[in-house]
């Protein structure tokens, strides 16, 4: 199955004591909250490029399953790390957070993100 489409964030959980537990300001946590990301993933082999558009910020990572790659994180930092792929799941972690990406079925992506005993979880479905 393809992770190819565009995706609008439907519905989280945890998401301000996730904010909270990486060290955003509780102004941008406030302002970030009710907004509906939406994500377009594009697939060709083992190569992806995910744009994640948020209000006016767009974080757009490229990278290489299997190879290291330079990837932006929620809070602006760029990091080095390695994206691997398990079946229908893509996992990565940056600077202590656990992503799992997952493709639960052609039209729903769940993407749990987990920061020490934090668990974020974002619902998203293709547009």
């Known amino acids: 199955m ?3 489409g565009k995706y609008q964030l439907e519905s989280q959980e945890n998401f301000e004591p996730f ?3 990486i060290g955003l300001p509780d102004e941008l ?3 970030g ?3 509906k990301s939406v994500s ?3 697939e060709n082999g083992d190569d992806f490029k995910v744009t994640v558009t948020t209000g006016p910020k767009v974080l ?3 990278f290489t399953i299997g190879k290291e ?22 996992k990565v972690s ?4 656990s992503s799992v990406t997952e493709l639960v079925d052609g039209n729903t992506i769940v993407n749990t993100l987990t920061v020490g005993s934090v668990i974020y979880k974002r619902i998203s479905k293709r547009m």
């Open 2 to 4: 393809s992770f190819s």
């Open 60 to 62: 757009v990572n490229n």
């Open 94 to 97: 940056l600077k202590g957070i």
């Open 33 to 35: 909250k009710d907004v």
């Open 40 to 42: 377009e993933i594009e």
């Open 69 to 90: 790659a330079e990837l932006e994180t929620i809070t602006g930092e760029k990091v080095k790390a390695t994206v691997q792929r398990e079946g229908n799941k893509l």
């Open 29 to 31: 946590i406030q302002k």
């Open 19 to 21: 904010m909270k537990a």
